[in-house]
């Protein structure tokens, strides 16, 4: 976990998994890198909510495998599920419901499955298209932990890869570019100076 900047209240804070995704932001915003998967995410963002004081809002930037074919470009995610976790078989056992999915408010329509697996093949990226368009590793805990501070959150994906075979291998060679593209978004609809 790295914090640059300084959190304040009224202003966004941008949270981003690696540095990599991060390179050209130019910003004065305070930027939280998280490290990669649910945990690293969860605990890095509810580490800094929890030390206070809360940013006005948070904006996830990243990036994440498209489960559909022809899916590209930068997407607010309107709902995030979590597809790891059984939650079905939970609720069998337990009577309560885990990992529901979320919906976030001034969303659009896409729906990110959120999962410590990265999908590399195309069996699990065919069931997961059931259910949802992009997939990344951060986003549900990243929800998770901004609703339980009462942080409003922004989930901004940038596809990388088409997830299945051969994703690792796209996601390095096109994180620069999906880097830029997120700079880009970020400087058009974030308050960016103070």
């Avoid at 930027?31 to 809360?54: F, I, S």
């Avoid at 899916?71 to 597809?83: A, D, E, K, R, S």
């Avoid at 195309?122 to 368009?133: D, V, W």
Wanted: hydrophobic letters at 45%; a negative charge; aromatic letters at 4%.
């Amino acid at each position: 976990m790295e914090l640059i900047g300084e959190i304040t209240a009224g202003r966004p804070l941008l949270v981003l998994a690696v540095k990599e995704e991060a390179q050209y932001l130019d910003t004065d915003l305070p930027v939280l890198l998280t490290g990669m998967g649910k945990v690293n995410a969860a605990t890095a963002l509810a580490a800094v909510l929890a030390r206070g004081p809360l940013p006005s809002e948070v904006v996830n930037l990243g990036t994440a495998g498209a489960l559909r074919p022809g899916f590209t470009g930068t997407h607010v995610v309107g709902t995030v599920i979590q597809h790891d976790l059984d939650g079905e078989l939970l609720a069998t056992l337990t009577g309560e419901t885990y990992g529901a999915p979320i919906t976030l408010p001034d969303g659009g329509d896409v729906v990110l499955a959120t999962g410590d697996a990265f999908v590399s093949d195309e069996a699990a990226r065919e069931r997961l298209a059931l259910r949802a368009a992009l997939v990344d590793m951060e986003g549900y805990a990243l929800a998770t932990a901004a609703a339980h501070a009462g942080v409003p959150l922004r989930l901004v994906k940038h596809v990388s890869d088409e997830a299945g075979e051969g994703a690792a291998r796209s996601w390095r060679e096109s994180v620069a570019a999906c880097a830029r593209a997120l700079a880009g978004w970020a400087e058009a609809n974030t308050p960016y100076r103070a």
